[in-house]
C-alpha cells in the first residue's frame, strides 16, 4: 500500500467522474455525511488542520472496484 492521498469532496467527483461515475457534490457529500447512528456510506473523515471532509483517494476507488467485484461475483451470468 502506498502513501495515502487525501482528497476532498469537489476532487472525489473528479475522481469518479474519471472512471465514469457522474455524481454531484451534494450527493457526494450525502454519502459522507453521518447518519443517525454516526456512520457514513464512505470512509470520509474531517480533516483536524482545515475542518474540511477528506478521503484517501485509493480507498475511494477501491471500494467502488470491490462493489464491482461483488456485483460481478452475485450476477448469473458468468464472463
Not at 472512471?19 to 451534494?26: A, F, P, Q, S, V
Amino acid at each position: 500500500m502506498g502513501k495515502p492521498f487525501y482528497i476532498d469532496l469537489p476532487e472525489a467527483c473528479v475522481v469518479l467522474e474519471e472512471m465514469g461515475i457522474r455524481l454531484t457534490e451534494k450527493q457526494v457529500r450525502r454519502a459522507a455525511e453521518p447518519d443517525a447512528s454516526g456512520n457514513r456510506k464512505l470512509p470520509f473523515f474531517v480533516d483536524p488542520i482545515d475542518g474540511r471532509l477528506k478521503i484517501d483517494r485509493n480507498t475511494l476507488v477501491a471500494i467502488y472496484l470491490s462493489r464491482q467485484v461483488a456485483a460481478e461475483r452475485g450476477s448469473t451470468l458468468s464472463l
